[in-house]
């Protein structure tokens, strides 16, 4: 069959199931899997087999760089521990208990294979998992740490996976794979960092949404290219990469810039995740004449599959009870360091006197004391984090049930070298634990959401900090209305761009054309200060990110409306 036609096929298929989807309110993943395992049994219908580097190296990193871009860098940050339990610890743990059981089932294989084939099956893939998530209203903070994991977690598991390939042709020693870890995650995280800075800085200075949108799409590989070739983990490099993006560019690029960017991601990665469970699905009738043509038994790989299903699935359980109980901890911590922090805080702002820390407060210069005012305020804002954005027993389980297998795991066996033994045995073995959590879990996630009686994030106090923060933001537009730099303004337009800080309206296109750049000029001076002010706000992390995001937006499309009107005299 037409490659093209292929392709138009394929696109029509995932556009019909998600809609289905969406109107059944199943997630759409799990719904392209089974269509696509009733697909590869049709006759006629194409089974397209696509090489493993394609996606790992083509697909992957678009798609880590996507959802990072989107992840905020203070959650990140706030859920470093849980997010390096589950993507580091947990995937190691994994790799070794599904190596010994491999080894034990299929003991010709050998150590070095039957741990590559446990790095393959170690990772969890959270598409699922978060959409069924969202649509179930679980509370932001279980969402972030099951996104971070998926970011990280791909990362380990392949570079487990590389020493385990290497120990396949040779000796590897244990110290070996530890230095090699290391050196991956530093030089990655380096080039990652490196990427990030000049893509936004370099992007600012296009000035055109097509231009910065079509540079955005190369990041990704820009980033991942030089830390493969340095030996390091390309995956995680795409994740710094992106996460300092998504970090600096509401700073540096365009409102128009960034709403562009932002749609054309969002369709991209649905193709592409969409594409990846959908030829997941089409595979299983390859895989099993592959099985077949081996002299392998298909039954085999189904019983050895689900029994390192039944493996990864209660190692993960039981390592969520120690991660919940840590976090408690945590909490604990927080509420004794609370009051040292306000005794602080206050002790700043002049309301006790403390004649230490005031002396020193004297002796030490006005930047410095800003500093540590911002440093303060802002681990006061992780104390309240850690105090209210709790995770609990109830998440626990949700977090325990939520480790469904994807895509990866299925293009990561395919890259076993082709003399290792039973290599047709063992890829079937990882289709089969990848469908089976994909499938098994995925289901009955829902039900298990619902028993576990997870608590939604409170609307009262989401709207509550949503008001508070548009009135800092307005308190910013009335300092730059009270005492404009730039001008003079008519009082018309003064009282317009006033109105529309409270309601956001149209510009005055009926008046003068001298009315109307001054109405563009004072209005876009006046959201450029509501972002700055935005900004010093997401940098205190005194807001959630829900709010921050929503309030982003909303400056966003009203900017992005503004400098289009404002471009159209030079057009």
């Not at 791909?154 to 290497?166: E, F, N, T, Y």
């Not at 997941?280 to 038994?297: A, R, W």
């Not at 009870?321 to 306000?342: I, N, T």
């Not at 995770?391 to 895509?407: D, I, P, S």
Request: charged fraction near 20%; charge should be neutral.
């Amino acid at each position: 069959m037409n490659l093209t036609l292929v392709a138009v096929l394929g696109v029509v298929i995932i556009v019909v199931v998600a809609t289905f989807s969406e109107r059944m309110n199943l997630a759409a993943p799990l719904s392209l899997v089974v269509a696509g395992i009733g697909l590869s049994f049709l006759p006629g219908v194409p089974h397209p087999e696509v090489e493993p580097e394609l996606i790992l190296a083509g697909v992957l990193p678009p798609l880590l760089y996507s959802a990072a871009v989107n992840m905020p860098m203070v959650d990140f940050r706030r859920n470093i521990r849980p997010i390096t339990g589950l993507a580091v610890l947990l995937v190691v743990g994994t790799t070794l208990g599904a190596g010994w059981l491999f080894h034990w089932l299929v003991p010709g294989i050998g150590w070095p294979a039957a741990f590559a084939l446990g790095a393959v099956i170690s990772p969890t893939d959270a598409v699922a998992a978060t959409s069924v998530g969202r649509r179930l209203g679980l509370p932001p903070r279980l969402l972030t740490v099951l996104e971070g994991e998926g970011l990280v977690n791909d990362a380990s598991a392949l570079v487990l996976l590389r020493s385990a390939v290497a120990a396949v042709a040779g000796s590897v020693s244990v110290w070996g794979i530890v230095g090699e870890f290391v050196f991956s995650v530093v030089v990655a995280v380096g080039i990652g960092i490196l990427v990030g800075i000049v893509n936004v800085r370099a992007r600012a200075l296009l000035g055109n949404a097509v231009l910065n949108t079509a540079i955005s799409f190369v990041v990704p590989f820009i980033a991942f290219l030089p830390a493969e070739e340095a030996g390091a983990s390309g995956v995680l490099a795409v994740v710094v990469a992106g996460l300092v993006t998504g970090h600096l560019a509401p700073r540096h690029l365009r409102a128009t810039d960034r709403l562009a960017e932002t749609v054309n991601w969002r369709t991209a990665a649905f193709l592409l995740e969409s594409g990846m469970f959908l030829l997941m699905g089409l595979s299983v009738k390859t895989l099993i004449d592959e099985v077949h043509e081996d002299g392998s038994s298909v039954w085999r790989a189904l019983v050895i599959g689900l029994a390192a299903s039944a493996l990864v699935i209660v190692a993960r359980v039981v390592f969520v009870g120690p991660l919940v109980a840590g976090l408690y901890r945590e909490q604990r911590k927080a509420a004794r360091f609370k009051p040292r922090l306000e005794t602080t805080q206050a002790v700043l702002r002049g309301d006790e006197s403390n004649p230490a820390v005031t002396e020193r407060l004297d002796k030490a210069s006005p930047r410095r004391v800003a500093h540590f005012r911002k440093r303060l305020d802002r681990a006061a804002a992780d104390v309240e984090f850690r105090l209210t954005e709790t995770l609990g027993w109830r998440g626990g389980v949700v977090l325990g049930w939520a480790g469904m297998r994807g895509a990866i795991t299925l293009a990561a066996a395919q890259t076993l070298p082709q003399d290792t033994p039973d290599r047709a045995l063992l890829v079937l073995i990882a289709y089969v634990v990848a469908t089976t959590t994909l499938l098994v879990q995925g289901m009955t996630l829902p039900a298990v959401i619902r028993a576990a009686r997870v608590p939604a994030e409170d609307p009262d106090r989401a709207r509550q900090e949503y008001v508070r923060l548009m009135t800092e933001l307005a308190d910013a537009a009335k300092s730059v209305l009270d005492d404009p730099a730039e001008g003079p303004f008519s009082e018309a337009v003064l009282d317009r761009v006033r109105s529309d800080v409270r309601v956001p309206g149209k510009a005055p296109v009926g008046r003068s054309a001298s009315d109307v750049q001054q109405y563009l000029q004072l209005r876009l001076r006046v959201l450029t200060e509501q972002s700055e002010r935005l900004q010093r706000a997401r940098s205190s992390g005194g807001y959630s990110s829900e709010t921050l995001s929503r309030a982003q937006t909303a400056l966003d499309v009203e900017m992005a409306r503004l400098e289009q009107l404002a471009d159209k005299p030079a057009s």
